[in-house]
């Protein structure tokens, strides 16, 4: 149980994260930490206590196996998590070269 | 017993093998080739509308079609389905995304690496068509992934300061939409233990209902819900729609914001979750405020296509509204509304672009007169305004006539009034849009401009004349296309469909 409730409190350090900072390298290092959480929170969901890899041999019986689908979809996740932090710092600098700031209170040219 | 369409079933997967092997070859090619990007593109998407418009005789008469990826059948492999709902969406998403490629050709002359816009292009598109044909959940969410990442590189594709901080906002936004989507799906997997639609139907329908579901319920609900632009989640939409190039602005206020949220809210929650009267109540309110609230901050703006943004999440809000009513004829509304505001506010978003194109402006205060050199935009948008405020005989007046008699049916007055009160208001805001931008006094600094070019014309002509005669789907001849996705919505049958068609 323990292992799910510190899943849940890294996913609110990441939401206060990306609430709360101001500069924006921050808010992205928080989307990251939620990402994080979640792939967390996936791999606990397969997990089974004392289990084993998942890998058929021969003469061999196993009895308890941990779940491998969500280990394939974390794998997919994680991939996804990479694309979206390389356009996000990528945006991040050229915001950098045009506003000369990483304050997200004085980028701010958007308004109505 | 005719077989026959059961067997075209390998025809579904090209949905997203076109349009992600357009954009392989767009990016390898495509700057060495000059003039490879825009036949590529164009003829990607043609093919992908010429591809939705016959898949709609595969599926007459509500039947589903299931193609088994690498041959596993549902639920242990992924599935790709195509029903009633599904083609539905693809014949709205592709015939726009096919006029605004048309458009494109002469539109993106103006940036340098055209043939870059047009890979994000088709990923995007690939992202769509894989949403509206999956069966599978994961499989939805790394789908809707690609269609978002590419989104936000589209709204930042001008590299102006206003464009990366749209880009920005929208992509911390979204990113954390897109991690809530995915908790829900993690959640739901440990509790049926599949990921296949059909399959958790089938899980859910046998458990007794738990709060578990109504938690998964609000992750989708907010997860979705900013993807849609719903009013609690809106904010990202005015900014992000107006900064991008004018015929991404179509397509993300045309049909992205439909196929993201509103497609899979309604694919989610009709299909896998079911409906009850809390979650129907929740889709109405949010809905009546999206039309309001929408239409409220619209009517004060400046800025041509910051306007039309506003009036996305206005008119998303009467999609929303129609589809949370529960009635056939309230959903059936609600559809159609999709299919008609994809329409017009293309249009609208196409005639902006074309106004920009030849004034270099946006703001509606430094127009005027523009009827008189730019006939056709001047026309063309006459035709959208009408459209999108509801007058009769354009499209936009029957859906939104089929949405109010459907609050009336089931007594619900005061959403009726809403509808009503928001469709007034749109009018009024589009009248200012005419009287400032194409009616009105010719300034003098404006002599020198001229008419668009032939490609932008032409797709923005064919979209109008489209939006005049749209209103014909509600004939007799043609109703059965909107029938049975309503009924893929209504009947509650779609695991055994997917069984079914799976053999």
Same mark, same amino acid.
Not at chain 2, 22 to 27: G, P
Not at chain 2, 46 to 73: E, Q
Not at chain 2, 208 to 237: C, M
Not at chain 2, 271 to 300: D, H, R
């Given at each position: 149980?323990?292992?799910?409730? !510190? ?6 350090? #990441?939401?206060? *994260? ?10 992205? $290092? ?10 967390? @929170? ?18 061999? /019986? ?51 | ?16 093998? $076109? ?18 990007? =825009? @036949? ?9 509308? %010429? ?52 458009? *494109?050709?002469?539109?993106? /002359?103006?940036?340098? =690496? ?43 594709? #001008? ?5 990366? /901080? ?18 829900? $799906? ?18 859910? %329908? ?5 709060? !578990? ?19 609690? @989640? ?21 049909? !992205? ?36 609230? #929408? ?42 509304? !999709? ?29 005027? #007169? ?32 089929? $949405?109010?008699?459907? *609050?009336?049916?089931?007594?619900? @007055? ?36 001229? /008419?668009?070019?032939? &490609? ?7 979209? %109008? ?19 049975? &996705? ?18």
């Amino acid at each position: 149980m323990s292992e799910y409730l !510190l899943c849940l409190f890294l996913l609110c350090i #990441g939401l206060y *994260c990306v609430l709360r900072k101001r500069n924006i390298i921050k808010i992205i $290092i928080g989307l990251g930490i939620i990402e994080y959480a979640v792939n967390l @929170f996936l791999v606990l969901a397969g997990y089974r206590v004392h289990g084993r890899a998942p890998i058929l041999a021969k003469d061999q /019986e196993i009895l308890n196996i941990v779940d491998p689908l969500p280990q394939a979809l974390v794998l997919t996740s994680i991939v996804i998590g990479l694309a979206i932090t390389a356009l996000v710092v990528a945006i991040a600098i050229r915001i950098y070269e045009k506003y000369g700031t990483f304050d997200i209170t004085k980028i701010r040219r958007l308004r109505g | 017993m005719n077989h026959e369409p059961r067997t075209m079933n390998y025809l579904i997967p090209f949905f997203t093998i $076109i349009p992600l092997g357009a954009a392989f070859l767009i990016s390898l090619f495509g700057k060495r080739i000059k003039g490879l990007p =825009d @036949f590529l593109a164009n003829l990607g998407s043609f093919s992908l509308l %010429a591809l939705s418009l016959y898949s709609i005789f595969l599926v007459i008469g509500g039947r589903t079609l299931v193609y088994k990826v690498g041959g596993w059948a549902p639920p242990f492999g992924i599935c790709m389905v195509l029903d009633a709902l599904s083609t539905f969406m693809l014949v709205t998403v592709n015939l726009v995304s096919f006029l605004v490629t048309v458009y *494109c050709i002469n539109y993106m /002359e103006k940036y340098s =690496d055209k043939y870059k816009f047009y890979t994000l292009f088709m990923l995007m598109l690939a992202g769509m068509n894989g949403i509206i044909i999956t069966g599978d959940l994961f499989n939805l969410f790394v789908f809707l992934e690609i269609a978002s990442i590419s989104s936000y590189a589209l709204v930042a594709f #001008g590299t102006e300061a206003e464009e990366l /901080e749209a880009s920005f906002k929208y992509a911390v936004m979204g990113s954390v939409a897109s991690s809530f989507i995915l908790l829900g $799906i993690a959640l739901l997997y440990s509790y049926t233990s599949t990921l296949n639609m059909a399959d958790i139907s089938g899980v859910l %329908a046998e458990k007794q209902p738990a709060t !578990l579901v109504n938690f998964i319920a609000v992750l989708f609900l907010a997860g979705f819900g900013l993807k849609a632009a719903l009013v609690p @989640f809106h904010a990202w939409l005015p900014d992000a729609h107006p900064s991008a190039p004018a015929p991404i602005s179509a397509m993300l206020s045309g049909v !992205l914001i439909k196929v993201l949220g509103v497609y899979a809210l309604m694919r989610i929650f009709f299909n896998l979750l079911g409906v009850n009267n809390t979650i129907l109540s929740l889709f109405l309110f949010l809905g009546a405020i999206s039309m309001l609230v #929408g239409v409220f901050l619209a009517i004060g703006q400046w800025d041509f296509k910051r306007l039309l943004a506003y009036h996305s999440v206005s008119q998303i809000g009467y999609v929303i509204l129609g589809i949370g009513l529960g009635t056939p004829l309230g959903v059936l509304g609600g559809l159609f509304h !999709l299919f008609n505001h994809s329409l017009f506010k293309s249009l609208l978003f196409l005639n902006s672009g074309a106004v920009d194109y030849s004034l270099g402006t946006r703001d509606l205060q430094k127009m005027g #007169g523009l009827r008189e050199k730019m006939p056709v935009t001047a026309a063309t948008n006459l035709i959208a305004s009408m459209s999108i405020a509801g007058v009769p005989p354009f499209n936009g007046f029957w859906s939104k006539l089929i $949405i109010i008699l459907a *609050c009336l049916q089931v007594n619900r @007055f005061g959403y009726a009034i809403c509808a009503v009160l928001a469709s007034i208001l749109t009018l009024a805001s589009f009248m200012k849009v005419q009287k400032y931008a194409f009616l009105g006094k010719f300034s003098e600094k404006l002599k020198t401009i001229k /008419e668009v070019p032939l &490609a932008m014309k032409l797709s923005m002509v064919i979209l %109008a004349i489209i939006c005049i005669f749209a209103g014909a789907l509600l004939l007799p001849l043609f109703k059965g296309f909107l029938d049975s &996705a309503v009924n893929v919505l209504l009947l509650n049958n779609y695991k055994e469909a997917v069984f079914q068609a799976a053999i």
